[in-house]
């Protein structure tokens, strides 16, 4: 064989699913070149390939398969503990590019990566970095987040104390009694953010970058809250939770539209100031408090705030929410006149068959193309339009492992827009 097809033909074999096994094992070796690092990395591979793949002596064959998205993460586990950082780095940080929805590692690999005390024989990475890397992957779920503050590494405990505002009152104060004096520390750190006194004296070392996202989020005191609204740096306070009522009136009657929108979302705003905002010269500050009174949380008030202003071509990351609406809310959006409550619903995994279907024959058409994006049950014809009309949707209505799809230029667009449309 020539050597001009030596290696398309390898890469052949490597990616052929009637391989057997033994023939996979056989193209991790060197001679075969970079076929068997692809093969490791981008295909669903038979338990005795995988078996070879963790027990390989050579660190790239390993880290390549620390990157594969096709394989169960539960066989990945070993890797976690693997003699080279640069293998539980990649495992940290999970398949590149990185999927916009990103499969979460299993716990007990979680837990293995951040409690780990070096970085690996080779010495090219510190544990540190490794877990940085992991904390940035999105590979955590929530799930593990809520379960942090007690469990029963102390190291672990020390990272809840990081997310001091997602924790419930106990846990905050279990942490700040915990038996491990490592552990009372970080918390002790960690709880200024709720300290109004505390957040004003350490405002002023923080770099502007990050200024915004602690006004947003912290606890303010009188003084710091007037200096904003001094200095024209509202805009965060329309999304902190934690600021009284009169300065969510001042927010809501701002000369500056935007910041009358933010505030006409706020779950906590008076009766009053809605019906005073839905006679708003501004379409969009109406807009917002016409929705009222679904955002009746914070949960609500976030679900809604990030679908307003993300298009239907918009393809930034899939994540988990912090706090999810309850499942009642859900449906009343999915049902509601607006369609910005309708294309909520349709971001959500979670919601029933029943209005699935009557989604799926929703006027307006982003709402069909979020159902198909995000929601499991979305019905065939619905993914098979999204796929072939916005290119953008490709990589979530179709799996990974599936053919890719035809290109646009080989769909004809009437045909396109017809599939597209509500059936």
């Given at each position: 064989?020539?050597?001009l097809?030596?290696e ?5 074999i ?24 692809l ?7 038979p338990?005795?390939?995988i ?5 390989h ?16 993460p539960?066989r ?10 640069i293998v539980?780095?990649r495992?940290?940080a999970g398949p590149?590019?990185?999927p916009?929805?990103v499969?979460p ?5 979680l837990?293995?990566?951040l409690?780990?005390q ?8 510190t544990?540190?970095?490794?877990v ?5 992957s ?6 593990f ?17 990081w997310?001091?505002?997602?924790l419930?009152?106990g ?16 918390a002790q750190?960690?709880s200024?953010?709720l ?12 770099g502007?970058h990050?200024?915004?996202?602690f ?6 005191s ?11 740096e509202?805009h ?12 969510v009136a ?10 009358r ?9 008076a ?11 501004d379409?969009?500050?109406?807009m ?18 990030g679908v ?19 499942p ?19 971001s ?14 929703d ?8 159902l198909?994006c ?14 072939v ?9 179709i ?10 230029a ?14």
């Amino acid at each position: 064989m020539s050597d001009l097809l030596r290696e398309p033909w390898l890469r052949g074999i490597a990616f052929n699913p009637a391989a057997p096994s033994d023939v996979l094992i056989r193209l991790m070796g060197e001679v075969a070149g970079e076929a068997g690092l692809l093969m490791c990395e981008g295909r669903d591979l038979p338990d005795a390939a995988i078996d070879a793949a963790l027990r390989h002596p050579g660190r790239k064959i390993r880290g390549a398969l620390a990157l594969n998205r096709h394989v169960d993460p539960a066989r990945l586990a070993p890797l976690a503990t693997d003699q080279s950082g640069i293998v539980r780095y990649r495992l940290a940080a999970g398949p590149r590019p990185r999927p916009r929805r990103v499969r979460p590692l299993p716990d007990d690999i979680l837990v293995t990566l951040l409690t780990a005390q070096d970085g690996g024989e080779d010495g090219m990475l510190t544990e540190h970095e490794i877990v940085q890397e992991l904390s940035s992957s999105r590979q955590i779920p929530l799930s593990f987040h809520r379960s942090m503050a007690g469990h029963e590494h102390p190291e672990i405990r020390e990272r809840a104390a990081w997310e001091w505002q997602s924790l419930t009152p106990g846990q905050r104060e279990a942490l700040l009694d915990d038996a491990v004096p490592a552990v009372r520390e970080a918390a002790q750190e960690h709880s200024w953010e709720l300290d109004p006194e505390r957040v004003e004296a350490t405002l002023p070392s923080i770099g502007s970058h990050s200024r915004s996202f602690f006004l947003g989020r912290c606890a303010l005191s009188p003084a710091l809250i007037e200096q904003c609204f001094a200095d024209d740096e509202v805009h965060p306070l329309t999304w902190n939770r934690h600021i009284p009522a009169d300065a969510v009136a001042r927010l809501a009657r701002h000369p500056e539209a935007k910041i009358r929108e933010m505030a006409a979302a706020r779950p906590d705003l008076a009766p009053d100031l809605v019906a005073e905002l839905r006679e708003d010269p501004d379409q969009d500050v109406r807009m917002r408090a016409r929705l009222h009174p679904f955002p009746r949380t914070w949960a609500e008030y976030w679900a809604i705030y990030g679908v307003i202003g993300h298009g239907p071509d918009w393809t930034g990351p899939i994540t988990e929410s912090a706090t999810e609406p309850s499942p009642e809310w859900l449906a009343a959006c999915a049902t509601s006149e607006e369609p910005v409550l309708r294309r909520v619903a349709a971001s959500r995994p979670g919601l029933p068959a029943e209005l699935v279907a009557t989604l799926a024959r929703d006027e307006d058409e982003e709402v069909r193309i979020r159902l198909a994006c995000h929601h499991p049950l979305a019905p065939p014809h619905l993914l098979l339009a999204v796929t072939v009309t916005p290119p953008a949707h490709r990589p979530l209505t179709i799996p990974p492992e599936a053919d890719p799809a035809p290109s646009p230029a080989s769909c004809p667009s009437p045909n396109s827009a017809a599939l597209l449309a509500p059936h």
